[in-house]
């Protein structure tokens, strides 16, 4: 067993006065460890085991929580070699955030493009969205997605100044990975979930010649902000998208 597993604190203990199942309160408390950086983002995590050992809990208990958190992707399981701490730079997980799939054949990488990259004021709806003070600065992004040299997705994306110091236009073009696997590797923010709006728009002139439709074209207009832990909003991102040969495709349960 490991010191660290081993190591137990009063924080570490499920709390007998918190009316939840104890698994929910383990569960709780592996969030707190992923939040504050304990195990990073592609490590494993000490076995269930050990952390039975340093919760004072159950296996069983430990399991079911683990297994929760697999199923919300913040920890993935791998057959024989453990539990590690889910990143966005694995392959499946770079398709996560993104539902637009084509009509035909299967989904495949995209290129990315970074028109702007500056910080501004954030505009009053962006910093209520963002849970920021009237006057804060963001990092304002505009990138444009293409497939087969065909543009496809215009993003403007609002960040916390203050958690993105560092961003600049020179590093962006510098990257070659996924954008949430940046964000999670040099800026420690990782996206956990995202909530989304969905609308029709028709294109307008500035929009239409970036995505090379004509003004007026029918757009899949995305409105999503991405949450880290603690339900922390730390993004807002309005995609434009060109649905000719692509859909938006989602599974419900």
Not at 88 to 99: D, G, I
Not at 143 to 160: A, F, Q
Not at 231 to 239: A, F, I, K, N, S
Request: net charge neutral.
């Amino acid at each position: 067993m490991s010191a660290d597993a081993a190591r137990t604190t009063a924080t570490d203990r499920p709390r007998d006065a918190v009316f939840l199942p104890l698994y929910k309160q383990i569960k709780s408390l592996l969030v707190q460890r992923l939040q504050q950086g304990e195990w990073k983002p592609g490590a494993p995590i000490p076995s269930e085991m050990e952390l039975a050992v340093r919760f004072q809990v159950s296996q069983g208990t430990v399991r079911k929580a683990i297994d929760e958190l697999a199923a919300e992707n913040l920890l993935i399981r791998r057959q024989g070699k453990g539990t590690f701490v889910a990143t966005h730079q694995e392959p499946r997980a770079q398709f996560r955030f993104l539902r637009l799939v084509p009509d035909r054949g299967e989904l495949v990488p995209s290129q990315s493009a970074f028109l702007e990259c500056r910080r501004i004021k954030a505009p009053a709806d962006v910093a209520q969205q963002l849970d920021l003070r009237g006057g804060d600065a963001v990092v304002y992004l505009r990138r444009l997605l293409s497939l087969g040299g065909m543009p496809l997705v215009l993003d403007d994306i609002w960040l916390p100044a203050a958690l993105f110091r560092g961003l600049t236009a020179d590093r962006l073009a510098g990257y070659q990975g996924p954008l949430y696997g940046l964000f999670e590797s040099e800026f420690g923010t990782r996206m956990i979930r995202a909530e989304e709006r969905i609308r029709a728009v028709a294109a307008g002139e500035d929009v239409a010649g970036l995505l090379a439709v004509a003004p007026g074209s029918p757009l899949l207009l995305v409105d999503r902000v991405s949450y880290t832990y603690s339900d922390q909003p730390v993004e807002v991102r309005r995609g434009f998208c060109v649905t000719t040969e692509h859909h938006y495709h989602n599974e419900l349960y």
